[in-house]
C-alpha cells in the first residue's frame, strides 16, 4: 500500500470519527506516526485531502472552513 492510500484511509477514518475537522487536524491525522513535520506542511496535506474527498462527494465546507463528513447515501 502507498504512503498516499495510507494518509487517505488514516484521514477518512478521523474524519467520519469526528465529523468535523480542519485542514490542520486531517493533515494531523494522515501522518500520524511519521517523523515531525512542519505544520505548513501537514496543512497543506490536510487541504488537498479535504478537496479530494468533497469532489469525491464523501464531505462538505462548512461556512467556518471546515471539512464536514457527509454519509454516502
Avoid: Y
Amino acid at each position: 500500500m502507498r504512503l498516499r492510500d495510507i494518509r487517505e484511509l488514516q484521514a477518512r477514518k478521523f474524519l467520519m470519527e469526528r465529523g468535523c475537522a480542519s485542514a490542520f487536524d486531517l493533515g494531523t491525522a494522515a501522518v500520524a506516526g511519521e517523523p515531525n513535520l512542519h505544520p505548513k506542511a501537514r496543512t497543506g496535506i490536510g487541504l488537498a485531502l479535504g478537496v479530494h474527498f468533497v469532489q469525491r462527494g464523501l464531505a462538505r465546507v462548512t461556512k467556518f472552513n471546515r471539512f464536514e463528513w457527509v454519509s454516502p447515501t
